[in-house]
T-cell receptor, first 117, second 117 residues
Framework: AQKVTQAQTEISVVEKEDVTLDCVYETRDTTYYLFWYKQPPSGELVFLIRRNSFDEQNEISGRYSWNFQKSTSSFNFTITASQVVDSAVYFCALRDLYTGANSKLTFGKGITLSVRP | DAGVIQSPRHEVTEMGQEVTLRCKPISGHDYLFWYRQTMMRGLELLIYFNNNVPIDDSGMPEDRFSAKMPNASFSTLKIQPSEPRDSAVYFC???????????????FGPGTRLTVL
């Protein structure tokens, strides 16, 4: 069965620090997709990134970067020079293509990030 | 473009009452998902539709819950009768596709916070 583990539950940093949010996944499939979502205090879920299992290139988007390593089944998310507006709960999610339910996303429990001024 | 729209944003009701949550997916999206978020269980998929047809409702907790999608632009999640343990945030999400590729990214609505007294 597919599983997503976000072992860190809460992280607190001071503004301008770098912070890495860990995500470890389990799947039997060779084809799968990984996602990160952000849930700010206002409550909505905001899509950040999607990565397929065939593309191990790291991705950078502004202050955000993602490190995908199939060898360790990890898809970690780093925020560089964190800002107060980065305070949110961050979810990692996995979607694989097992028979019968192509579109199910499995979410981790989420990591609460607090960035203090 | 408008994102996923949910109404109401907040609902407070008394135990035993019927509750109806509404969702309008992003125009052109073929997949619609209903999720529930609680502190204890995190984000859980309740049901999803493809082209207005329910595909997987294995996450629906019990017969008190029902969901419909009468057309491509509207879906409802109904709880009858409601119980205090149904208190949660209910999210609706939609995606353009569901069989792999970038179109399977799910975009979430702002959620409905339900409180059953």
């Amino acid at each position: 069965a597919q599983k997503v583990t976000q072992a860190q539950t809460e992280i607190s940093v001071v503004e301008k620090e770098d912070v890495t949010l860990d995500c470890v996944y389990e799947t039997r499939d060779t084809t799968y997709y990984l996602f990160w979502y952000k849930q700010p205090p206002s409550g909505e879920l905001v899509f950040l990134i999607r990565r397929n299992s065939f593309d191990e290139q790291n991705e950078i988007s502004g202050r955000y970067s993602w490190n995908f390593q199939k060898s360790t089944s990890s898809f970690n998310f780093t925020i560089t020079a964190s800002q107060v507006v980065d305070s949110a709960v961050y979810f990692c999610a996995l979607r694989d293509l097992y028979t019968g339910a192509n579109s199910k996303l499995t979410f981790g429990k989420g990591i609460t990030l607090s960035v203090r001024p | 473009d408008a994102g996923v729209i949910q109404s109401p944003r907040h609902e407070v009701t008394e135990m035993g009452q019927e509750v109806t949550l509404r969702c309008k997916p992003i125009s052109g999206h073929d997949y619609l998902f209903w999720y529930r978020q609680t502190m204890m269980r995190g984000l859980e998929l309740l049901i999803y539709f493809n082209n207005n047809v329910p595909i997987d409702d294995s996450g629906m907790p019990e017969d008190r819950f029902s969901a419909k999608m009468p057309n491509a632009s509207f879906s409802t999640l109904k709880i009858q009768p409601s119980e205090p343990r149904d208190s949660a945030v209910y999210f609706c999400a939609s995606s353009l596709g569901g069989r792999g590729g970038a179109e399977d990214t799910q975009y979430f609505g702002p959620g409905t916070r339900l409180t059953v007294l």
